[in-house]
């Protein structure tokens, strides 16, 4: 395990140096929790079963994170450290191959949760944010979405021959689900057909997961989104480990 | 001296394309050792075999008494690499990947040393710089820092000076050198011969895969018994009959004003000289044309070597 803490603390520097990757995860949820904050405030409406325009972003905007850091951050950074030979400059020390992966998957799910916690924390300071949840249920629910896509994302690594290629797959992927999944605009605006569209998309089940979860329904009524989110993650990390390239 | 590189009958072969053809040969304790060909010859693909990064066909090679690919983490305590190709994340600063490095090995570097390796390679000034940054020099000599961070028992270093300037380049030869004296092994590749008979205590030239020689500098080019030239410039005719009899040369062309002597010998110049000045003759622009190893690449496939 030599050079695992230092690695990771590394690569936490090496994220906050990264404006773009930085501004998704951290900035960018919280100007637009602010923006619809401002608009709609969040007094409870029938529309969102009860609950104001902010309760129903934060968990929202989590999963928003989530796909961001998947599918913009990881197969980027992963496609380029290959392309550029970095890869190769650590497998030229006794570092263990998995201290790659390991410190990854920590400092993405770092960044996450330190996204989610803003949004929280400012949620609760400005707009008297609900939660009705059990926290370790949302926990529990962050943590598998969160897995889930990352491997997804390292999977987009491992397959794409370029970083432009990666690049670009993970643009294609994550910019639709945007719009589409409930991440950004609630599921309840959207018209019955677009809806239909949103079922086929992935991100979507980490919405409707993460918001059972924030409001304490039982995790019993979401075990659609439990395994489609367990298969993505079974299969991609099958996947990725078999066709993962170091160079 | 202690044999530290053992390589016996390896071969490796990409597709149609035999990289490296069933070499053996070995590295002693102490030494720099060269390997020197033209592009595609097989260095970086016999190199990297020892140092476990590439999976040999066939072959097998033994490294400080340790097998590249089942002791592949042990090895890499105790070898330093610089990779012909690679690069770090281009946000990270030249002092935290010298301290993240370090953190990989069981030992390396106490502080102290680090900053008097930064020192010696010219970086104590760039700690805080970012890689993306860096001149291709600074690059160059912040890999040659990652390699030696363990301090490691051997040195490779695969094409250290492609991209230096001539000033640079010769900076680079006194720092490897310098390395040597602090008890290394170095083994390296080129493809400047004039790099390989400076630096080297033996050089293995390599073509198609295959060893053409390997050897020291000095012998490889004694053995070849090519010829060194004496060339100058002179008014009028010289007496050639006065110059064959000198000892050494071997023979004596003129062409209008510029006379060229071929012969041998390390008194040559002295003699030609003598010769010259005792017939009472005035000469102007004498040089001396040693023969290289690139004469010896030449005469040993018929090619020469490219750049
Ligand atoms: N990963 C690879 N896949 C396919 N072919 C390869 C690979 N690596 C090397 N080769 C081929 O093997 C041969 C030897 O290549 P190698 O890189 O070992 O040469 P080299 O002597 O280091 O050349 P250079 O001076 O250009 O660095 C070349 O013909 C090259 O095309
Ligand atoms: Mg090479």
Redesign the pocket.
């Known amino acids: 395990m030599r050079g695992w803490g230092k690695l990771i603390i590394t690569e936490f520097k090496l994220y906050l140096r990264e404006p773009t990757a930085a501004f998704f995860t951290l900035a960018f949820p919280l100007m637009m929790l602010f923006l619809f904050g401002s608009i709609y405030g969040n007094k409870p409406t029938p529309l969102f079963g009860g609950y104001g325009t902010v309760d129903v972003s934060v968990p929202a905007y989590t999963a928003m994170i989530i796909g961001s850091v998947s599918l913009l951050g990881i197969p980027v950074v992963i496609a380029t450290f290959r392309e550029k030979g970095i890869l190769r400059r650590f497998r030229a020390t006794p570092l263990r191959p998995q201290a790659i992966l390991v410190s990854r998957i920590v400092v993405d799910f770092g960044m996450s949760l330190l996204g989610m916690a803003l949004l929280v924390i400012a949620g609760k300071a400005v707009y008297n944010l609900r939660f009705e949840g059990n926290i370790f249920y949302v926990a529990l629910a962050f943590a598998l979405s969160a897995l889930s896509f990352f491997s997804a994302g390292f999977l987009i690594a491992s397959l794409a021959p370029t970083t432009r290629v990666a690049q670009t797959v993970g643009m294609v992927l994550f910019y639709p689900m945007l719009f589409l999944s409930g991440a950004a605009i609630p599921l309840e605006i959207l018209p019955e057909n677009i809806r239909r569209i949103s079922n086929l998309l992935p991100l979507t089940y980490v919405v409707k997961l993460l918001k059972g979860m924030w409001f304490g329904e039982s995790w019993g009524k979401h075990l659609v989104e439990t395994a489609i989110l367990a298969g993505i993650l079974i299969v991609s990390t099958a996947i990725s480990s078999r066709v993962f390239r170091w160079e | 001296m202690a044999t530290v590189v053992q390589v016996q009958n390896l071969r490796k072969v990409?597709?149609s394309?035999v990289?490296v053809d069933g070499i053996s040969f070995e590295v002693q304790e102490g030494e720099i050792f060269g390997m020197v060909?033209p592009?595609?010859?097989?260095?970086?693909?016999?190199i990297e075999c020892i140092e476990g990064l590439r999976i040999p066909d066939s072959g097998s090679i033994s490294v400080l008494g340790l097998d590249p690919q089942r002791d592949g983490y042990e090895l890499r305590e105790r070898i330093g690499v610089q990779l012909?190709e690679s690069a770090l994340p281009h946000r990270l600063k030249v002092g935290e990947a010298i301290d993240l490095f370090a953190s990989f090995y069981r030992r390396s570097l106490p502080r102290k040393e680090r900053d008097e390796l930064l020192e010696f390679l010219g970086l104590a000034d760039r700690r805080k710089v970012p890689f993306a940054k860096l001149s291709g020099g600074q690059k160059q000599r912040l890999f040659i820092a990652l390699a030696l961070i363990n301090d490691p028992d051997i040195v490779f270093l695969d094409?250290l000076t492609t991209g230096l300037d001539p000033q640079g380049r010769r900076a680079m030869w006194d720092m490897i050198r310098g390395i040597r004296e602090r008890g290394k092994t170095v083994f390296l590749?080129t493809?400047f011969m004039e790099e390989a008979e400076r630096l080297c205590d033996r050089v293995l030239i390599i073509d198609h895969g295959k060893i053409v020689a390997l050897d020291s500098p000095e012998n490889l080019i004694r053995n070849l018994g090519a010829e060194t030239r004496v060339v100058f410039t002179v008014d009028g005719a010289i007496p050639a009959e006065k110059l064959q009899a000198v000892e050494g040369v071997r023979r004596v062309e003129q062409i209008g004003e510029r006379v060229i002597v071929y012969g041998e010998g390390d008194a040559l110049v002295g003699n030609v000289v003598n010769a010259l000045t005792a017939s009472g003759i005035r000469f102007r622009d004498l040089r001396t044309e040693q023969p290289t190893l690139e004469d010896v690449f030449l005469a040993l496939t018929g090619r020469e070597m490219r750049d």
């Open positions: 990409y597709g394309v990289a060909g592009n595609g010859a097989g260095k970086t693909t016999t012909q094409e590749t493809h």
